[in-house]
């Protein structure tokens, strides 16, 4: 009798120790595990950025690497002289962009794609210097927006202590770019780095860097403070980005903060969510339904906003089903634990990429009899 | 493939009817002759692999199969250890050991159950054939998922005995894990998985 008691309480105590809190049954996971479809991409690269031209993908994952829309194969291409060099940012701008980076000289060099004949993995490399950039100054990063290119540039500066960079930004239009003068100063000596991003409302540009925010016309940016002081943030790391979808306004930070902005006033979208550091945003049309979905980078996966819904709250594949994967599908992949900072949305083939870090690229097809994760 | 577990299961259960009918009998079986007397102890090793089956739905939503083949998982090791003591002719007691670890298309699955067991020996000099009873918990572990289930894995074997202490031979288990949830969001995926170990045993008596 003694050891029927023992056994009861051995079983109580086991079966109380097993509620965990999974995101759906262990088994049934196990059951309905999808097979993804790995590429031959290396699932450890960093994906920097990504474009599309031409019927191309182009990505900056350390090397220049780039493929055709429907291809599966990615080939590799370094311009001559940046032998030596990695590739960790690009952008479109009526030509594919590169900026490569040396990792031991911290030398960073400016190269165009000449991308007409890639149908024949023919990539016509040429540097671009940019003369009107001070000899002080150097070029670390580039991003693009309703049509211009945003240079981002660091000197070092003389200080009796303390931070001795400082960083400004300035921009340039494909014609001047490709000239290789003509820039606008943007911003000036700026004493913080981080992340740098840019979106164009139709009218405004908005900016972050670091813990800043600038909007405005090209040329006439001002710090527009209202959306920390509207939410009383706290910009211990700065802003993740910045996102325009016709006026709306979507502005993230480090802190796991998402405000929209509207015109009127800074609105947060993040109500009772607790959501991990954040970063890059984009918003996916699911032409099929007719759906918008905000998507959110994070440092564990993304988080998804259904936009249609009646009151949108941000749920994670790892909890619930969402437009674009299920607890089930998201918890076999490696993607729910990896660090997702930033997408690309191909609205032509209807897919959304996203670009890991340390974590490949992953790609979703948003097909409407089920969506689910692949990685390249 | 089910008719043939129903066929395993029903064989299982007049075995052990057999088993509880002989408890406290001194005489021969009808195998051959006794050979294990309480108070001895048999120490086994396992390793072989392990075949993943299907899985039950206990409450499957109408329209949906009831039972499914597990063909996103792959063939899997299994390894473990037994101890018995004999508390009455050829029929022991013990503790049994076993992990299994096998693979998803992207996820690592393993389970160790830790179970009491019991079984009977039939003996045929200098073969043996134990049938056994496995009953405990299993500790699931399935990429980041964790789960403690109920374990019943029942069994037999077929043993050389190549001395008078050591015997080797094959075992054949049956694993059942349900995992089976009474409310809240889960009802639906109670799920029962079944596995079919094969392996390779090396028994020490004592």
């Known amino acids: ?376 | 493939m089910n008719r043939k577990i129903l066929l395993l299961l029903c064989l299982l259960t007049l075995l052990s009817v057999n088993v509880f009918a002989k408890d406290g009998e001194q005489t021969d079986d009808y195998l051959g002759v006794t050979a294990y007397s309480p108070g001895e102890q048999i120490f086994s090793l396992n390793a072989g692999a392990i075949i993943p089956l299907f899985t039950i739905a206990t409450a499957a939503p109408d329209g949906t199969d009831i039972i499914n083949p597990l063909i996103s998982t792959n063939l899997g090791i299994v390894g473990g250890l037994k101890w018995g003591s004999f508390i009455a002719d050829n029929f022991y007691l013990g503790i049994d050991l076993t992990g299994m670890f096998t693979s998803s298309s992207t996820r690592t699955l393993s389970m160790i159950p830790i179970s009491f067991t019991t079984g009977y020996y039939f003996i045929a000099w200098p073969f043996e054939f134990p049938i056994y009873l496995n009953t405990g918990f299993s500790f699931n572990t399935l990429g980041d998922y964790f789960t403690i289930t109920p374990c019943i894995r029942p069994g037999l074997g077929a043993y050389w005995n190549i001395t008078e202490e050591w015997a080797v031979g094959l075992n054949a288990e049956y694993w059942f894990i349900p995992e089976i949830y009474f409310s809240g969001n889960y009802v639906e995926q109670s799920l029962i998985a079944n596995f079919l170990q094969i392996s390779l045993t090396g028994v020490f008596h004592f």
């Open chain 1, 1 to 376: 009798m003694k050891y029927i008691k023992y056994a009861i309480l051995l079983t109580a105590a086991v079966l109380a120790f097993s509620c965990v809190d999974n995101p759906s049954g262990l088994f049934y996971s196990l059951q309905y595990e999808s097979e993804i479809i790995d590429g031959e991409l290396d699932n450890g690269l960093t994906i920097g950025d990504m474009a599309m031209r031409n019927a191309y993908y182009f990505i900056a994952s350390g090397a220049f690497r780039y493929k055709a829309v429907d291809g599966t194969t990615w080939s590799v291409s370094t311009p001559i002289d940046a032998a030596g060099y990695s590739c960790y940012k690009l952008i479109n701008l009526d030509e594919i962009y590169a900026i490569f980076f040396h990792t031991d000289t911290l030398d960073y060099k400016l190269f165009k794609a000449v991308t007409t004949a890639v149908s024949t993995d023919v990539i016509t490399w040429s540097e671009i210097v940019i003369a009107d950039i001070p000899t002080d100054e150097r070029l670390i990063d580039i991003a693009q927006s309703g049509g211009r290119l945003f240079l981002y540039t660091e000197k070092t500066v003389s200080v009796v202590s303390g931070n001795d960079k400082r960083y400004s930004v300035y921009s340039t239009d494909a014609t001047s770019l490709a000239a290789g003068t003509g820039l606008v100063d943007e911003l000036d000596s700026l004493d913080s780095y981080g992340e740098l991003d840019v979106d164009y409302d139709g009218a405004n540009y908005w900016l972050i860097s670091g813990n800043k925010l600038y909007s405005g016309l090209s040329g006439a940016l001002v710090e527009d403070t209202a959306a920390a002081e509207a939410s009383a943030l706290i910009l211990e790391n700065g802003y993740g980005g910045v996102y325009c979808h016709g006026t709306d306004v979507y502005l993230s930070t480090d802190e796991g903060v998402l405000l929209k902005y509207t015109g009127g006033a800074w609105t947060d979208l993040t109500g009772a969510a607790s959501l991990n550091r954040i970063f890059d945003i984009e918003r996916v049309t699911i032409a099929s339904e007719s759906i918008d979905v905000l998507l959110l980078g994070s440092e564990k996966g993304y988080y998804e906003l259904d936009l249609g819904a009646a009151a949108p709250v941000f749920t994670s594949p790892e909890t619930a089903d969402t437009k674009l994967s299920t607890p089930v599908q998201f918890a076999s992949i490696e993607l729910s634990n990896d660090v997702i900072r930033s997408f690309f949305f191909d609205t032509d083939n209807n897919r959304i990429f996203a670009l890991g870090y340390n974590a490949g690229l992953w790609e979703n097809s948003l097909q409407a009899n089920g969506r689910f994760w692949n990685v390249e």
